[in-house]
């Protein structure tokens, strides 16, 4: 069976590559327009991954370095990724990093002075199951200054990687927390132009996902690229 | 929070070295494997500084032009992944050892040339950047190849990777003088 093709990126969700606004886009986003390209075999595959790669101790990044738990508020993190056709995306690998309570990640150039956590490593992963349903146990990131200008903070943040089922849907994006004061003045976050597109990489708290005497629970849903309608589902 | 609208794409920001690289990313195929080729190259911004915070990641078939996908034509059979990433050095450096990839069908029912999917992430991308490697001794497939077709004659240059000692050379330039062909997917 040959796949459908994947519906083309009208513009309006993903920023420009250019947004001036955080600089460091100013010298590495291309200045030609990109070349159009059918959509092949080549892109309508993808990876398939973690089988194998990823265990269920990953997807828990609070007790994974260190022997002892990691400093901060312990959160459950958890959603599912759908298409724009509204379909579950099962079996399929999220990636995850982040700072640590204190805002600082675990890597060399990270140079903010706030304390590392010796039982943080900031990284998880897990596959979605058939429902394309996912889950995290993490501790809330702190916020990070970042240099880009003056006083400038990212809002507290998870990074996130998705590989969908073909080499077409492949997405990082980051998940915000619920009335962050710092989105206003975010150009990462207003890189994307449109609000109710922003709204989306903004977790909702999740009553249902907290865990009584535990943690705090936030739902995050991703929605990955459709296809077009097949030819049937457009016959009037 | 969701409705149902695609989730927009950000950038992996400088620390995607700490979640994305595996061990054993780079290595499509294994050290030692009849067949296997080093594709190297650097990665530079509009200025021709290296970036050393950026990651290419690859998807190819097998060389006999099968994915490893249940979409492929006849199904998941190849056990080869098919998929490779590695973070760049601190002088800018990637390299993926793999194999190359066979013919597979493009547009059309026309055999594209043997090419390999490239995605570049990094530190001031707000999305990945998406480009093709062809391969300069396939110089008959790729005169035929349906994408490169689309491509002005003089900016292909950009997308054909150079024989090496030990494989090819891909350069990628994300803007200025020689800036590499990147699709809109
Ligand atoms: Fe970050």
Redesign the interface.
């Known amino acids: 069976?040959?796949?459908a093709v994947?519906r083309?990126?009208d513009g309006t969700?993903?920023?420009?590559?250019l947004?001036p606004g955080?600089r460091?886009?100013?010298?590495?986003?291309?200045?030609?327009a990109?070349?159009?390209?059918?959509?092949?075999?080549?892109?309508?595959?993808?990876?398939?991954?973690g089988e194998g790669?990823v265990t269920a101790a990953d997807a828990d990044l609070t007790v994974r370095a260190g022997g002892g738990e990691a400093q901060g508020q312990r959160i459950v993190v958890h959603?599912r990724v759908?298409d724009?056709n509204?379909r579950p995306v099962p079996n399929s690998l999220v990636?995850?990093?982040q700072a640590n309570a204190a805002g600082r990640?675990?890597?060399k150039?990270?140079r903010h002075d706030a304390p590392l956590d010796p039982n943080f490593?900031?990284?998880g992963r897990c596959l979605t199951d058939a429902s394309g349903h996912y889950r995290f146990v993490t501790i809330k990131p702190g916020a990070y200054p970042w240099g880009n200008h003056a006083n400038a903070w990212r809002p507290a943040h998870i990074?996130f990687?998705l590989f969908g089922?073909?080499?077409?849907q492949?997405?990082?994006?980051?998940m915000y927390f619920p009335d962050d004061p710092l989105f206003g003045y975010d150009p990462?976050v207003n890189?994307?132009r449109d609000e109710?597109?922003?709204?989306?990489?903004?977790?909702?708290f999740d009553l249902a996902a907290t865990v009584d005497e535990w943690a705090l629970g936030f739902?995050f849903?991703?929605?990955?690229?459709g296809t077009e309608a097949t030819p049937m589902e457009t016959r009037p | 929070?969701?409705?149902?609208?695609?989730?927009?794409?950000?950038?992996?920001?400088?620390?995607?070295?700490?979640?994305?690289p595996?061990p054993d990313g780079p290595h499509v195929v294994p050290e030692g494997s009849p067949g296997a080729v080093w594709i190297r190259g650097t990665v530079r911004?509009?200025?021709g500084?290296p970036?050393p915070?950026a990651l290419v990641?690859t998807?190819?078939?097998d060389p006999a032009g099968h994915?490893?996908?249940?979409?492929?034509?006849g199904g998941?059979h190849t056990e080869f992944?098919?998929?490779g990433r590695c973070p760049t050095d601190d002088g800018g450096g990637y390299a993926i050892l793999t194999r190359k990839p066979g013919r597979?069908?493009?547009?059309g029912g026309v055999e594209?040339a043997p090419?390999i999917?490239v995605?570049v992430?990094?530190?001031?991308?707000?999305?990945?950047?998406?480009t093709?490697i062809y391969f300069a001794d396939e110089a008959a497939a790729n005169a035929a190849d349906?994408?490169l077709a689309?491509?002005?004659a003089d900016?292909r240059a950009t997308l054909i990777a150079r024989p090496i000692d030990d494989g090819y050379r891909f350069d990628i330039r994300?803007?200025?003088d020689d800036?590499?062909?990147?699709?809109?997917?």
């Open positions: 069976m040959t796949p994947y083309r990126d969700v993903h920023p420009p590559l947004s955080y460091s886009t100013i010298l590495r986003a291309p200045s030609q990109p070349v159009l390209l059918p959509h092949t075999l080549t892109e309508l595959t993808g990876p398939v991954l790669r959603g759908r724009e509204g990636e995850v990093w990640y675990l890597h150039w990270d490593t900031g990284v990074h990687s089922r073909a080499f077409t492949r997405l990082v994006t980051q990462i890189s994307v109710r597109a922003r709204q989306r990489m903004v977790a909702a739902r849903d991703i929605v990955l690229r | 929070m969701s409705d149902g609208g695609l989730t927009p794409s950000q950038t992996v920001g400088p620390y995607l070295a700490i979640g994305l595996w911004d509009g200025n500084a970036l915070d990641e998807w190819q078939a994915f490893d996908h249940p979409d492929d034509p998941r992944r098919g998929f597979v069908p493009g547009p594209q090419h999917a995605s992430l990094a530190r001031g991308l707000l999305n990945r950047v998406v093709r349906p994408v689309g491509v002005p900016r994300l803007q200025g800036e590499t062909v990147f699709f809109a997917l």
